[in-house]
C-alpha cells in the first residue's frame, strides 16, 4: 500500500488542523494505522493509532483530549483532527500502516508498522 499524508501548514497556537493519510493500491481498512512526529532533533514518536475495523484507538498521553484519529472508509483514508495545537506540536507527522498489527499490545513502536508515508510538516507558531 502506497501511503500519502497532507493537511499540515502553519497554524497559530490553539488552532485546528485536519492531517489526512490516503491510501493507493489497497484498502486501508485491512491496515491498522498509526500518525507519528518527529521535531526537529528529536525522535520519531508515536501519535495515536487505529485498530483496522476502526473500533480501538489509541493516544499518546500529549494529546489525548485534543486529537482525534478517524477512518473514511469511503474515501480510504484515515484522519488526523489535530485541535487546541500547541508550539510543542510542532513537528513533520507521518502516517504508517500495517497489515499484521495486533492491537492487543499498544500500538507504538515504529518498528511495527511495514508502509509508511512521506510527512506532512505541521508549525505551531506562539
Known amino acids: 500500500v502506497q501511503l500519502q499524508a497532507s493537511g499540515g501548514g502553519l497554524v497559530q497556537a490553539g488552532g485546528s488542523l485536519r492531517l489526512s493519510c490516503a491510501a493507493s493500491?489497497?484498502?486501508?481498512?485491512?491496515?491498522?494505522v498509526g500518525w507519528f512526529r518527529q521535531a526537529s532533533g528529536k525522535e520519531r514518536e508515536f501519535v495515536a493509532g487505529?485498530?483496522?475495523?476502526?473500533?480501538?484507538?489509541h493516544y499518546v498521553d500529549s494529546v489525548k483530549g485534543r486529537f482525534t484519529i478517524s477512518r473514511d472508509n469511503a474515501k480510504n483514508t484515515v484522519n488526523l483532527r489535530v485541535n487546541s495545537l500547541k508550539p510543542e506540536d510542532t513537528a513533520v507527522y507521518y502516517c504508517a500502516a500495517d497489515r499484521n498489527l495486533i492491537w492487543s499490545a499498544p500500538p507504538t513502536p515504529a518498528t511495527q508498522y511495514e508502509y509508511w508515508g512521506q510527512g506532512t510538516l505541521v508549525t505551531v507558531s506562539s
Open positions: 493500491g489497497r484498502t486501508l481498512s485491512n491496515y491498522a
Open positions: 487505529i485498530s483496522r475495523s476502526g473500533i480501538s484507538t
